[in-house]
């Protein structure tokens, strides 16, 4: 089945200690999107490649940053987490990035933050 | 700028009760609108959606009809099963902004045997 997989399910890190996270698709779409959900709250966009064009939204602290090698696979990097980044991670997929286009989401990574 | 307003929850049902969940949206242009369902430690699943006004999104017993008069796209369904205890997203996505979905703060149903 095509999928949108990241790994880990589950991760902790360290104040301060650099962590990554991954996403892969097997859909070949062309735009994929990372969303912070918090406890209770509702999934916010971080940013999104359209292709490998580079979207950030204006509210994304510095900390945060993305890589997309190619099309199947994009990176979150936290460069330096706080206790305040302690959330569930979504990537999302969609072919298009088209106002009906429909999204396409993993089933996150919980960070835990120490 | 654009956003999503839901109705608080929890919910919390009978098996076979019916369900209704509402929600508003502001928007600049003409969104799609959209219900994600999200199962206990799980993704986003998409639940049905509409792109124009009086459509009308369906799936799984769910239905959600886009009313551009009342700015509106509530969700129903006639007979809850407890299966589908979840918490419920509704979201829009506007032009011009390159698929980005805007949701509502969710809704938590709970049905109970």
């Known amino acids: 089945d095509a999928m949108v997989i990241q790994n880990p399910r589950y991760q902790v890190t360290q104040f301060g200690k650099p962590v990554t996270l991954s996403c892969s698709q097997t859909l070949n779409h062309n735009v994929m999107y990372w969303y912070q959900q918090k406890s209770s709250q509702a999934p916010k966009l971080l940013f999104h490649?359209?292709?490998?064009?580079?979207?950030n939204e204006a509210d994304t602290p510095d900390n945060f940053q993305s890589r997309r090698p190619n099309t199947s696979f994009c990176f979150l990097d936290i460069r330096s987490p706080g206790l305040g980044d302690a959330a569930m991670y979504l990537c999302?997929?969609?072919?298009?990035?088209?106002?009906?286009?429909?999204?396409?989401f993993g089933p996150g990574t919980r960070l835990t933050v120490l | 700028g654009d956003s999503v307003t839901q109705m608080e929850g929890p919910v919390t049902l009978s098996e076979e009760a019916f369900l209704t969940i509402n929600c508003t949206y502001t928007?600049?242009?003409?969104?799609?609108l959209f219900w994600y369902v999200q199962y206990p430690g799980e993704g986003l699943q998409l639940l049905l959606k509409?792109?124009?006004?009086?459509d009308k999104g369906s799936n799984k017993g769910f239905e959600a009809t886009y009313r551009k008069e009342t700015t509106s796209f509530h969700l129903e369904k006639g007979s809850v099963q407890v299966s589908d205890s979840a918490v419920y997203f509704c979201a829009l996505s506007d032009q011009g902004n390159t698929g980005k979905l805007i949701f509502g703060q969710g809704t938590t149903l709970q049905v109970k045997p």
């Open positions: 928007a600049t242009g003409y969104p799609s």
């Open positions: 509409a792109t124009k006004a009086d």
């Open positions: 999302a997929t969609s072919s298009t990035g088209g106002v009906a286009d429909t999204q396409y």
């Open positions: 490649y359209y292709d490998k064009d580079f979207n």
